[in-house]
Protein backbone atom coordinates (compact mmCIF):
# COMPACT_ATOMS: atom_id res chain seq x y z
CA UNK A 1 0.00 0.00 0.00
CA UNK A 2 0.93 3.13 -0.51
CA UNK A 3 2.47 6.08 2.18
CA UNK A 4 -0.81 7.72 2.35
CA UNK A 5 -2.68 7.75 5.59
CA UNK A 6 -6.32 6.48 4.74
CA UNK A 7 -9.34 7.66 6.02
CA UNK A 8 -10.26 3.89 7.41
CA UNK A 9 -8.05 1.37 6.39
CA UNK A 10 -8.98 -2.81 6.30
CA UNK A 11 -7.09 -3.91 9.68
CA UNK A 12 -5.68 -7.54 8.69
CA UNK A 13 -3.46 -9.58 10.65
CA UNK A 14 -1.94 -13.07 11.45
CA UNK A 15 -5.33 -14.21 13.28
CA UNK A 16 -7.23 -13.21 9.72
CA UNK A 17 -4.52 -15.03 7.83
CA UNK A 18 -4.91 -18.72 9.78
CA UNK A 19 -8.57 -18.44 9.92
CA UNK A 20 -8.38 -17.82 5.90
CA UNK A 21 -5.88 -20.68 5.33
CA UNK A 22 -7.96 -23.14 7.35
CA UNK A 23 -11.06 -22.11 4.98
CA UNK A 24 -9.31 -22.94 2.39
CA UNK A 25 -7.86 -25.89 3.40
CA UNK A 26 -11.32 -27.25 4.83
CA UNK A 27 -12.15 -27.28 0.79
CA UNK A 28 -15.12 -25.14 1.78
CA UNK A 29 -14.46 -22.60 -1.61
CA UNK A 30 -18.01 -21.70 -2.32
CA UNK A 31 -21.40 -19.37 -0.51
CA UNK A 32 -21.58 -22.69 1.36
CA UNK A 33 -19.84 -23.97 3.99
CA UNK A 34 -19.03 -24.51 8.47
CA UNK A 35 -17.51 -20.83 8.59
CA UNK A 36 -20.56 -19.31 6.91
CA UNK A 37 -22.91 -20.60 9.61
CA UNK A 38 -20.56 -19.98 12.26
CA UNK A 39 -20.13 -16.81 11.47
CA UNK A 40 -23.56 -16.19 11.31
CA UNK A 41 -24.29 -17.62 14.33
CA UNK A 42 -21.26 -15.46 16.47
CA UNK A 43 -22.72 -11.78 14.31
CA UNK A 44 -26.25 -12.54 15.83
CA UNK A 45 -24.76 -13.58 19.83
CA UNK A 46 -23.07 -9.96 19.62
CA UNK A 47 -25.99 -8.17 18.28
CA UNK A 48 -28.36 -10.14 20.43
CA UNK A 49 -30.57 -11.38 17.59
CA UNK A 50 -32.22 -14.95 17.40
CA UNK A 51 -30.34 -15.17 14.01
CA UNK A 52 -28.46 -13.81 11.17
CA UNK A 53 -28.53 -14.16 6.99
CA UNK A 54 -24.74 -13.30 6.30
CA UNK A 55 -24.62 -11.90 2.31
CA UNK A 56 -22.42 -10.46 0.31
CA UNK A 57 -22.63 -6.91 0.88
CA UNK A 58 -24.79 -4.28 2.88
CA UNK A 59 -26.51 -2.78 -0.09
CA UNK A 60 -27.85 -6.58 -0.43
CA UNK A 61 -28.61 -7.02 3.16
CA UNK A 62 -30.78 -3.71 3.06
CA UNK A 63 -32.51 -4.95 -0.16
CA UNK A 64 -33.78 -8.37 1.63
CA UNK A 65 -34.35 -6.93 4.58
CA UNK A 66 -37.15 -4.17 3.03
CA UNK A 67 -38.38 -7.18 1.05
CA UNK A 68 -38.24 -9.49 4.16
CA UNK A 69 -40.87 -6.60 5.94
CA UNK A 70 -42.97 -6.44 3.09
CA UNK A 71 -41.81 -2.97 1.17
CA UNK A 72 -43.52 -3.78 -2.37
CA UNK A 73 -43.93 -1.22 -5.72
CA UNK A 74 -45.35 2.10 -5.04
CA UNK A 75 -44.66 1.95 -1.53
CA UNK A 76 -42.86 5.21 0.35
CA UNK A 77 -40.14 4.46 2.38
CA UNK A 78 -38.76 6.65 5.10
CA UNK A 79 -34.68 7.22 4.27
CA UNK A 80 -32.46 9.65 6.05
CA UNK A 81 -31.04 12.40 3.29
CA UNK A 82 -27.59 12.41 4.89
CA UNK A 83 -26.69 8.74 4.68
CA UNK A 84 -24.26 6.42 1.82
CA UNK A 85 -26.42 6.04 -1.49
CA UNK A 86 -26.92 2.28 -0.48
CA UNK A 87 -29.52 2.72 1.24
CA UNK A 88 -31.86 4.68 -0.90
CA UNK A 89 -30.82 2.80 -3.74
CA UNK A 90 -32.30 -0.46 -2.17
CA UNK A 91 -35.27 1.73 -2.01
CA UNK A 92 -35.57 1.72 -5.53
CA UNK A 93 -34.18 -1.57 -6.33
CA UNK A 94 -37.84 -2.69 -5.04
CA UNK A 95 -39.33 -0.08 -7.11
CA UNK A 96 -40.89 1.85 -4.18
CA UNK A 97 -40.10 5.39 -3.51
CA UNK A 98 -38.01 7.09 -0.99
CA UNK A 99 -38.78 10.03 0.87
CA UNK A 100 -35.77 11.92 2.57
CA UNK A 101 -35.96 13.68 6.06
CA UNK A 102 -33.14 15.42 7.85
CA UNK A 103 -30.72 15.00 10.34
CA UNK A 104 -30.12 16.15 14.14
CA UNK A 105 -27.39 18.58 13.65
CA UNK A 106 -25.18 17.17 16.28
CA UNK A 107 -25.26 13.26 15.58
CA UNK A 108 -26.65 13.39 12.05
CA UNK A 109 -28.86 10.72 12.52
CA UNK A 110 -32.51 11.38 11.88
CA UNK A 111 -34.48 14.44 13.35
CA UNK A 112 -37.34 12.03 15.59
CA UNK A 113 -39.04 15.46 15.24
CA UNK A 114 -39.16 15.54 11.59
CA UNK A 115 -39.40 12.11 11.00
CA UNK A 116 -43.17 12.58 12.96
CA UNK A 117 -44.10 15.31 11.12
CA UNK A 118 -43.33 13.39 7.81
CA UNK A 119 -45.37 10.49 8.87
CA UNK A 120 -48.50 12.76 9.71
CA UNK A 121 -48.24 14.44 6.34
CA UNK A 122 -47.92 11.13 3.88
CA UNK A 123 -50.80 9.28 6.17
CA UNK A 124 -53.00 12.76 6.02
CA UNK A 125 -52.37 11.94 1.96
CA UNK A 126 -53.58 8.40 2.73
CA UNK A 127 -50.09 7.21 1.31
CA UNK A 128 -48.76 3.63 1.81
CA UNK A 129 -45.61 4.06 4.13
CA UNK A 130 -43.64 0.64 3.48
CA UNK A 131 -40.81 1.04 6.36
CA UNK A 132 -38.42 3.69 7.73
CA UNK A 133 -34.33 2.99 7.71
CA UNK A 134 -32.72 5.09 10.04
CA UNK A 135 -29.18 4.73 9.51
CA UNK A 136 -26.41 4.50 12.70
CA UNK A 137 -24.49 7.67 11.50
CA UNK A 138 -20.71 7.10 11.80
CA UNK A 139 -21.18 4.43 14.08
CA UNK A 140 -23.59 6.14 16.72
CA UNK A 141 -27.15 4.74 17.06
CA UNK A 142 -29.83 7.03 16.14
CA UNK A 143 -32.48 8.14 19.30
CA UNK A 144 -34.21 4.95 19.73
CA UNK A 145 -36.00 5.60 22.98
CA UNK A 146 -37.68 8.69 20.91
CA UNK A 147 -37.80 6.90 17.80
CA UNK A 148 -39.46 3.47 18.03
CA UNK A 149 -42.80 4.30 19.86
CA UNK A 150 -43.15 6.97 16.51
CA UNK A 151 -42.54 4.17 14.18
CA UNK A 152 -44.78 1.88 16.30
CA UNK A 153 -47.55 3.94 16.92
CA UNK A 154 -47.85 4.59 12.87
CA UNK A 155 -47.10 1.05 11.91
CA UNK A 156 -44.18 1.46 10.13
CA UNK A 157 -41.79 -1.60 10.50
CA UNK A 158 -38.21 -0.36 11.31
CA UNK A 159 -35.89 -1.55 9.24
CA UNK A 160 -31.84 -0.79 10.75
CA UNK A 161 -29.24 0.73 9.18
CA UNK A 162 -26.81 -0.43 11.11
CA UNK A 163 -23.79 -0.55 8.27
CA UNK A 164 -22.00 1.53 10.36
CA UNK A 165 -22.41 0.86 14.15
CA UNK A 166 -21.44 -2.72 14.62
CA UNK A 167 -20.31 -2.77 18.52
CA UNK A 168 -22.34 0.06 19.10
CA UNK A 169 -25.10 0.48 21.23
CA UNK A 170 -28.16 2.79 22.61
CA UNK A 171 -28.99 2.54 26.51
CA UNK A 172 -27.49 -1.29 26.97
CA UNK A 173 -28.99 -2.46 23.34
CA UNK A 174 -26.57 -3.33 20.49
CA UNK A 175 -26.62 -1.64 17.00
CA UNK A 176 -28.73 -4.20 14.72
CA UNK A 177 -31.20 -5.16 16.91
CA UNK A 178 -33.65 -2.34 17.30
CA UNK A 179 -35.82 -2.54 14.09
CA UNK A 180 -37.55 -5.82 13.08
CA UNK A 181 -34.78 -6.44 11.10
CA UNK A 182 -30.83 -4.76 10.77
CA UNK A 183 -28.12 -4.85 8.14
CA UNK A 184 -24.48 -5.04 8.65
CA UNK A 185 -21.73 -4.10 6.41
CA UNK A 186 -18.36 -5.83 6.16
CA UNK A 187 -17.30 -3.49 2.96
CA UNK A 188 -13.18 -3.11 3.24
CA UNK A 189 -13.64 0.89 4.84
CA UNK A 190 -15.90 -0.51 7.43
CA UNK A 191 -15.34 -1.16 11.67
CA UNK A 192 -14.56 -4.57 10.66
CA UNK A 193 -14.54 -6.46 7.25
CA UNK A 194 -15.19 -9.40 5.10
CA UNK A 195 -13.58 -7.21 2.09
CA UNK A 196 -17.17 -7.13 0.79
CA UNK A 197 -19.79 -8.41 2.83
CA UNK A 198 -22.91 -7.79 4.91
CA UNK A 199 -25.83 -9.08 6.96
CA UNK A 200 -29.24 -9.45 8.04
CA UNK A 201 -30.08 -9.51 11.42
CA UNK A 202 -33.37 -10.20 13.31
CA UNK A 203 -35.82 -12.03 15.50
CA UNK A 204 -37.65 -13.10 12.83
CA UNK A 205 -37.23 -16.21 12.08
CA UNK A 206 -39.53 -16.59 8.77
CA UNK A 207 -38.21 -13.13 7.82
CA UNK A 208 -34.68 -14.35 8.08
CA UNK A 209 -35.77 -17.80 6.35
CA UNK A 210 -37.01 -15.87 3.28
CA UNK A 211 -33.59 -13.90 2.92
CA UNK A 212 -31.78 -16.87 2.97
CA UNK A 213 -33.96 -18.23 -0.10
CA UNK A 214 -33.83 -15.52 -2.07
CA UNK A 215 -30.11 -15.00 -1.52
CA UNK A 216 -29.76 -18.29 -3.36
CA UNK A 217 -31.81 -17.44 -6.41
CA UNK A 218 -34.76 -18.94 -4.45
CA UNK A 219 -33.88 -22.19 -5.36
CA UNK A 220 -36.37 -24.95 -4.02
CA UNK A 221 -35.11 -27.82 -1.70
CA UNK A 222 -35.84 -30.13 -4.82
CA UNK A 223 -32.89 -32.57 -5.88
CA UNK A 224 -33.43 -30.59 -10.04
CA UNK A 225 -33.59 -27.11 -10.16
CA UNK A 226 -36.68 -25.55 -9.55
CA UNK A 227 -37.76 -21.47 -8.84
CA UNK A 228 -40.92 -20.06 -7.98
CA UNK A 229 -40.08 -16.66 -8.06
CA UNK A 230 -37.10 -14.70 -9.16
CA UNK A 231 -34.22 -14.82 -6.40
CA UNK A 232 -30.69 -13.31 -6.06
CA UNK A 233 -27.48 -14.51 -5.98
CA UNK A 234 -26.37 -12.54 -2.82
CA UNK A 235 -25.04 -15.48 -0.42
CA UNK A 236 -21.43 -14.94 1.17
CA UNK A 237 -18.74 -16.83 0.39
CA UNK A 238 -17.19 -19.10 3.12
CA UNK A 239 -13.66 -18.25 2.51
CA UNK A 240 -14.80 -14.35 3.36
CA UNK A 241 -16.87 -16.18 6.91
CA UNK A 242 -13.84 -17.10 7.93
CA UNK A 243 -11.95 -13.29 7.60
CA UNK A 244 -15.29 -12.41 9.28
CA UNK A 245 -14.79 -14.41 12.10
CA UNK A 246 -11.68 -13.59 13.15
CA UNK A 247 -12.18 -9.59 12.61
CA UNK A 248 -15.11 -10.63 15.08
CA UNK A 249 -12.29 -11.60 17.75
CA UNK A 250 -10.86 -8.73 17.16
CA UNK A 251 -13.73 -6.43 17.01
CA UNK A 252 -13.68 -4.87 20.62
CA UNK A 253 -9.80 -4.18 20.21
CA UNK A 254 -10.13 -2.59 17.00
CA UNK A 255 -13.11 -0.52 18.71
CA UNK A 256 -11.12 0.62 21.59
CA UNK A 257 -8.02 2.09 19.24
CA UNK A 258 -11.10 4.00 17.58
CA UNK A 259 -11.81 5.09 20.95
CA UNK A 260 -8.65 6.28 21.39
CA UNK A 261 -8.19 8.12 17.90
CA UNK A 262 -11.60 10.02 18.59
CA UNK A 263 -10.37 11.12 22.40
CA UNK A 264 -7.06 12.46 20.59
CA UNK A 265 -8.73 14.21 18.44
CA UNK A 266 -11.40 15.66 21.15
CA UNK A 267 -8.55 17.08 22.95
CA UNK A 268 -6.52 18.89 20.01
CA UNK A 269 -9.68 20.69 19.25
CA UNK A 270 -11.14 21.39 22.75
CA UNK A 271 -9.61 24.83 22.68
CA UNK A 272 -10.69 26.12 19.06
CA UNK A 273 -13.81 27.25 19.10
CA UNK A 274 -16.17 26.50 16.34
CA UNK A 275 -14.81 23.00 16.44
CA UNK A 276 -16.83 20.53 17.87
CA UNK A 277 -16.89 16.73 17.22
CA UNK A 278 -20.56 15.26 15.92
CA UNK A 279 -21.60 12.93 17.85
CA UNK A 280 -19.71 13.80 20.68
CA UNK A 281 -21.95 13.25 24.04
CA UNK A 282 -22.61 9.42 22.65
CA UNK A 283 -20.16 7.10 24.93
CA UNK A 284 -21.63 3.98 23.13
CA UNK A 285 -20.50 4.68 19.87
CA UNK A 286 -18.14 2.23 17.84
CA UNK A 287 -16.36 5.44 16.73
CA UNK A 288 -16.02 4.34 13.34
CA UNK A 289 -15.47 7.71 12.05
CA UNK A 290 -14.95 10.73 14.00
CA UNK A 291 -16.22 13.42 12.00
CA UNK A 292 -15.84 17.20 13.09
CA UNK A 293 -17.63 20.51 11.76
CA UNK A 294 -16.14 23.83 11.41
CA UNK A 295 -17.92 26.72 12.24
CA UNK A 296 -15.64 29.35 10.01
CA UNK A 297 -17.46 32.67 11.68
CA UNK A 298 -15.20 31.76 15.00
CA UNK A 299 -12.15 29.53 13.94
CA UNK A 300 -11.32 31.99 10.93
CA UNK A 301 -10.76 28.57 8.68
CA UNK A 302 -12.78 26.47 6.62
CA UNK A 303 -12.90 22.62 6.99
CA UNK A 304 -11.69 22.87 3.14
CA UNK A 305 -8.75 24.45 4.54
CA UNK A 306 -7.91 21.89 6.97
CA UNK A 307 -8.40 19.18 4.50
CA UNK A 308 -6.40 20.75 1.59
CA UNK A 309 -3.59 21.27 4.20
CA UNK A 310 -3.28 17.62 5.63
CA UNK A 311 -3.41 16.42 1.66
CA UNK A 312 -0.11 18.13 1.58
CA UNK A 313 1.24 15.66 4.41
CA UNK A 314 -0.56 13.03 2.32
CA UNK A 315 -3.67 12.52 5.12
CA UNK A 316 -6.88 11.71 3.26
CA UNK A 317 -10.05 13.17 4.20
CA UNK A 318 -13.46 13.09 3.33
CA UNK A 319 -15.88 15.40 3.21
CA UNK A 320 -19.53 14.03 5.38
CA UNK A 321 -22.05 11.98 3.13
CA UNK A 322 -23.27 14.37 0.46
CA UNK A 323 -27.20 14.18 1.04
CA UNK A 324 -29.49 12.55 -0.65
CA UNK A 325 -31.71 15.31 -1.76
CA UNK A 326 -28.59 16.98 -3.27
CA UNK A 327 -27.76 13.70 -5.43
CA UNK A 328 -28.97 13.96 -9.66
CA UNK A 329 -29.39 10.24 -8.91
CA UNK A 330 -32.73 11.38 -6.67
CA UNK A 331 -33.47 15.34 -8.48
CA UNK A 332 -37.19 15.53 -8.15
CA UNK A 333 -37.82 12.92 -5.28
CA UNK A 334 -39.44 14.16 -2.14
CA UNK A 335 -37.85 15.45 1.09
CA UNK A 336 -38.78 17.38 4.67
CA UNK A 337 -35.74 19.11 5.07
CA UNK A 338 -34.58 21.75 8.16
CA UNK A 339 -30.98 22.27 6.76
CA UNK A 340 -29.21 20.46 9.27
CA UNK A 341 -27.51 17.78 7.01
CA UNK A 342 -26.89 20.77 4.02
CA UNK A 343 -24.27 22.55 6.91
CA UNK A 344 -23.04 18.96 7.66
CA UNK A 345 -21.73 18.39 4.15
CA UNK A 346 -20.91 22.09 3.97
CA UNK A 347 -18.66 22.49 7.10
CA UNK A 348 -18.16 18.80 8.50
CA UNK A 349 -14.20 16.85 7.56
CA UNK A 350 -14.07 13.07 8.59
CA UNK A 351 -10.70 12.47 9.95
CA UNK A 352 -8.44 9.23 9.49
CA UNK A 353 -10.03 6.91 12.39
CA UNK A 354 -9.36 3.68 11.22
CA UNK A 355 -7.94 1.12 13.76
CA UNK A 356 -4.85 0.08 11.54
CA UNK A 357 -3.24 3.10 11.75
CA UNK A 358 0.69 3.11 13.22
CA UNK A 359 2.26 5.05 15.69
CA UNK A 360 4.23 6.62 13.23
CA UNK A 361 0.97 7.50 10.77
CA UNK A 362 -0.41 8.61 14.32
CA UNK A 363 1.91 11.65 14.76
CA UNK A 364 1.84 12.49 11.39
CA UNK A 365 -2.18 13.28 11.51
CA UNK A 366 -1.83 15.15 14.57
CA UNK A 367 1.53 16.39 14.16
CA UNK A 368 0.39 18.00 10.59
CA UNK A 369 -2.72 19.33 12.97
CA UNK A 370 -0.76 20.71 14.99
CA UNK A 371 1.42 22.48 12.67
CA UNK A 372 -2.23 23.67 10.87
CA UNK A 373 -3.66 25.48 14.32
CA UNK A 374 -0.49 26.56 15.17
CA UNK A 375 0.04 28.70 12.07
CA UNK A 376 -3.91 29.35 11.85
CA UNK A 377 -3.17 30.93 15.64
CA UNK A 378 -0.60 33.45 14.64
CA UNK A 379 -2.48 34.27 11.94
CA UNK A 380 -5.47 35.30 13.64
CA UNK A 381 -3.42 36.93 16.45
CA UNK A 382 -2.23 39.10 13.73
C1 LIG B 1 -21.39 1.02 3.86
C2 LIG B 1 -22.80 1.35 3.99
C3 LIG B 1 -23.81 0.61 3.35
C4 LIG B 1 -23.57 -0.43 2.29
O1 LIG B 1 -22.73 -1.43 2.55
P1 LIG B 1 -21.96 -2.22 1.38
O2 LIG B 1 -21.47 -3.40 2.11
O3 LIG B 1 -20.89 -1.31 0.89
O4 LIG B 1 -22.95 -2.57 0.32
C5 LIG B 1 -25.12 0.92 3.61
N1 LIG B 1 -25.45 1.93 4.41
C6 LIG B 1 -24.52 2.69 5.02
C7 LIG B 1 -24.98 3.79 5.90
C8 LIG B 1 -23.17 2.46 4.82
O5 LIG B 1 -22.26 3.24 5.39
Not at 88 to 109: L, Q, S
Not at 159 to 168: I, K, M, R, S
Not at 191 to 208: C, E, N, Q, R, W
Not at 359 to 380: S, T
Request: net charge negative; charged share 20%; glycine share 10%.
Amino acid sequence: MSDTVHLSSPDIGPLEESYLVAALRSGWVAPVGPDLLAFERAVAERVGTGGAVAVNSGTAALHLALLGVGVGPGDVVIVPTLTFIATANAVRYIGARPVFVDCDPRTGNVDVDVVDELVRRLRSRGERVGAIIPVDMFGSCADYTRLTPVCAEAGIPLVEDAAEALGASHRGRPAGSFGRVGALSFNGNKIMTTSGGGMLVSDDTALLARARHLATQAREPTPHYEHRETGYNYRLSNLLAALGRAQLVRLDGMIARRRQLRDQYAKVFAPVPGVELVGAEDADSNCWLTVITVDEEQCGWRAADLAAHLATRSIETRPVWNPMHRQPVFAGAESLLTGAADRLFDHGLALPSGSALTEPQVGQVFGAIDDFLARRAVVGAA
